[in-house]
């Protein structure tokens, strides 16, 4: 592993986020590197036009819950990667559908779920030798 601290002391969060807002950069990793917005976004990305009705994302997330998932999705809406729609039906019927923002983030979240698929078995391997510790 690389020793990335500088003689003088740790790195710049500037430096290490290579950003000149490093509270920006985590605040929105926060967002949407939580479980449940991966999970919506990559549900999206599996329905046809990326859209797809509320019941529909919420069946497709096993254990989420409907608090849960109105509180991410509006957050996904906030942060510009998903859209709403609300149709004047009876029952009301709510779509949601990924943004081109949305949508430029897919592959980014596609290599990190390939990364875990590669890799689970090692960490699950390092998690049980640490905890036999």
Known sequence: MKNTEHKSGPPDP???CKSKDPAAIREILTK???KWSIFILLTLKMCPDYRARFTV???CIPGI???MLTVT???LERDGLVLREIFAEIPPRVEYQLTPLGE??????QNLLD???LNCEQV???QSQFDER
């Open 115 to 117: 990364w875990v698929n």
């Open 104 to 109: 430029s983030l897919l592959d980014p979240l």
């Open 65 to 67: 819950s409907q608090k």
């Open 14 to 16: 500037v430096t290490l």
């Open 32 to 34: 949407v590197g939580d």
């Open 124 to 126: 699950r391997k390092a």
């Open 57 to 59: 994302i919420e069946k």
């Open 73 to 75: 999705v509006r957050n």
